[in-house]
Structure formats: structure tokens, C-alpha cells
């Protein structure tokens, strides 16, 4: 899979991944840590990238443009913020994840449960 890891997380993250065989880049290998929301995730979309964040207004920005790409993982972990921590939740999780994500969704994951939208999000 192809991951672009946003600057509100670490570039462990996306080092993580990497390791674990996937293609993924962080924001700062493109030099775009100053960019806007917008700019990232046109980068992830132009790519067909999955966008992993901790950032909520790229789920706003998906809802608001009614896309169906490009998925959006989204960490809203209060417990944790711990790159280790979130790189171990999302590889755990990815096999099962992986249908989804590949079709276009936001998967939140949270304290206690893992939340997955269908994209576009529509009324």
C-alpha cells in the first residue's frame, strides 16, 4: 500500500511502514511540513496515497468535496501519541482494513474502537 504519513504525526510512522514493505513518505521528505491541509492532501490524492494523520480537517475537506479518493486514517487517541504506539495499531489493523481503504474511506481510530466510513460521504 501507499501511504503519505501528514506532518501532525512523526516520520517514525512512516519509517515504520516503510520497513514493514509498504511505500510510504512523510510530509518532510517532500518538504511540505509548512504546507496547507489542501496541498497535502491534493499530494496523497495525486499519488492515490492513503493519508494518515491525526488532523481532522482532512475528513472535513473529503466530506465538503464529496471524493471518493483518497482514503484518510485519522488517529484520535487521547491514551497515546506515541509513534511506536500508533505504527503498532495501524499494522495490526491493515490486513483487515485494507478492502476499505483501497475502495476510498476514513478510518478513525480511537480509544476503544476503530470507526470506518465509506466514501464519498454523502447527506
Known sequence: MKFLVDNALSPAVA?????AGHDASHVRDYR?????????????????????????????????RRLAKPSVILFRLSASHRPDYQLS???????????????????????????VRRLPISD
Open 89 to 115: 495499531l495501524l499494522l495490526a489493523n491493515l490486513d483487515d482494513l485494507s478492502v476499505d481503504l483501497e475502495r476510498g474511506c476514513i478510518v478513525v481510530f480511537e480509544d476503544r474502537r476503530i470507526r
Open 15 to 19: 519509517e515504520g511502514l516503510r520497513q
Open 32 to 64: 511540505m511540513a509548512a504546507s496547507e491541509d489542501d496541498e497535502v492532501f491534493m499530494r496523497s490524492a495525486r499519488e492515490d496515497r492513503i493519508l494518515v494523520s491525526g488532523d481532522t480537517d482532512f475528513g472535513a475537506i473529503l466530506a465538503l
